[in-house]
């Protein structure tokens, strides 16, 4: 069973096809009849209208769940649930807070799982990142993306999705917020160049696009104060971006925070690429879907 917990759950030459079926028009029909659950342990506005969406598009009928309607480890287990959406549902998409809950659902489900963000990696929206980068420059291998902040679940996914695309990463964060090391050594493995520091500039000088996301991810609240003030000095802002390559871009996955990670004018100014990265997400899990059931079903 092909499940898709991670980025590099997929070879370099799986991601480039991903691509290639995200732009595919029109979409084949594939899920004719059948469904996809999608299931919420935290909000969210982009990967649940494009995850449905892309699955209508697809001939397919979403259903997305809130957890607490399905109480995992509460009303039953994480494994019955999966087993019982699996009986209906072609794939399940899950969105939870312990990526660990994934890796429970992928041991038993007969269907592929896809992770709808953890709070470890965010796989989909790698995909999405990296389509919106090809669409720009017209190629991903050589380009050089900056990441500046904190190095998240966002961050570590678009490093592995770099290295399968030939991208070279700098990474800029704070000290103790820096992409997990066994994530940096499995880039580094696929021949890229990592650089994690704590020098924005360092960071930023010469990249082709510089990326960001939000100092709070969803279940820190907790650490609110003290994330505040380990993030300052790294908000994306004009003379951060003028570090950058000329013709640079700025991504962020959004939800954004003007004015913390990155300031409005970079994030509505020109050399933003927010909205056709937003649009990608629908795209990309159409090319997903399609590489899981196109010869498939
Ligand atoms: N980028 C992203 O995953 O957005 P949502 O949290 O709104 O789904
Ligand atoms: N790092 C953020 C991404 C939101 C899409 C979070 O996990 O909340």
């Not at 999608?38 to 494009?50: D, G, M, Y």
């Not at 209508?56 to 019955?80: C, K, M, N, T, W």
């Not at 995909?127 to 991903?140: C, S, Y």
């Not at 800029?172 to 020098?199: L, Q, S, W």
Request: with cysteine.
């Amino acid at each position: 069973m092909t499940h898709f917990l991670e980025v590099d759950d997929l070879e370099p030459a799986e991601l480039a096809r991903v691509l290639e079926l995200a732009q595919l028009t029109p979409a084949p029909a594939v899920l004719t009849g059948r469904g996809v659950a999608l299931v919420f342990e935290k909000p969210s506005a982009r990967t649940r209208n494009s995850s449905e969406l892309a699955v209508f598009q697809l001939g397919g009928h979403p259903v997305a769940i809130r957890a607490e309607e399905v109480g995992f480890d509460r009303r039953e287990s994480v494994e019955d649930v999966t087993l019982t959406l699996a009986q209906y549902h072609s794939a399940i998409g899950a969105r939870v807070f312990d990526h660990k809950v994934l890796e429970r659902m992928a041991a038993v489900s007969p269907v592929p799982v896809i992770n709808l963000l953890s709070d470890l990696a965010h796989p989909c929206q790698a995909l999405a990142d990296l389509l919106t980068l090809q669409q720009h420059f017209g190629r991903l291998s050589g380009l050089k993306v900056a990441w500046v902040g904190d190095g998240n679940n966002v961050c570590r996914s678009l490093l592995l999705a770099s290295s399968l695309a030939g991208i070279s990463v700098a990474a800029a964060c704070p000290p103790g917020f820096e992409p997990d090391r066994g994530a940096v050594d499995r880039a580094r493995a696929r021949g890229i160049d990592v650089v994690v520091t704590g020098d924005v500039a360092e960071a930023v000088r010469g990249a082709d696009a510089v990326c960001t996301d939000t100092w709070i991810s969803m279940g820190q609240e907790v650490t609110e104060a003290g994330r505040r003030s380990a993030f300052r000095g790294f908000t994306v802002d004009p003379p951060v971006m003028a570090l950058a390559a000329p013709g640079a871009v700025f991504l962020h996955c959004l939800p954004a925070h003007r004015g913390d990670e990155v300031t409005g004018d970079v994030i509505d100014g020109s050399q933003s690429l927010v909205w056709p990265q937003a649009a990608n997400r629908m795209h990309v899990f159409r090319g997903l879907l399609l590489w899981l059931f196109g010869s498939v079903l």
